[in-house]
Nanobody, 121 residues
Framework: QVQLVESGGGLAQPGGSLRLSCAAS????????MGWYRQPPGNERELVAT???????NYADSVKGRFAISRDNAKKTVYLQMNSPKHEDTAVYYC???????????????WGQGTQVTVSS
């Protein structure tokens, strides 16, 4: 299995900042889109941001202008810079990637274990 390990979660203050990291490991032939999703308490998982292998980004309207997604292809790592977090950003954040494990295989979706981000109020 391709493994995605998140780090950087924790407690953030409104108006502060937080950076999440997610590193992919295991046998990987290629990685396409990577991204971040989140699941607020009592709610369903929702898109935060995605980034393609060539750097094209897409953001949820709720985080545009505040969050920034980036990636380091050499390190197989995706980042989420969270600026000016709000209380409503509190959620478990999940790293995502679409990857092909073998050259003869098909792309699959892989998910991290999730990391808690809590924004105080």
């Amino acid at each position: 299995q391709v493994q995605l390990v998140e780090s950087g979660g924790g407690l953030a203050q409104p108006g502060g900042s937080l950076r999440l990291s997610c590193a992919a490991s295991g046998v990987i032939f290629s990685i396409d889109t990577m991204g971040w999703y989140r699941q607020p308490p009592g709610n369903e998982r929702e898109l935060v941001a995605t980034i393609t292998a060539t750097g094209n980004t897409n953001y949820a309207d709720s985080v545009k202008g505040r969050f920034a997604i980036s990636r380091d292809n050499a390190k197989k790592t995706v980042y989420l810079q969270m600026n000016s977090p709000k209380h409503e950003d509190t959620a478990v954040y999940y790293c995502y990637t679409a990857a092909t494990k073998y050259s003869w295989g098909r792309p699959n979706d892989y998910w991290g274990q999730g990391t808690q981000v809590t924004v105080s109020s």
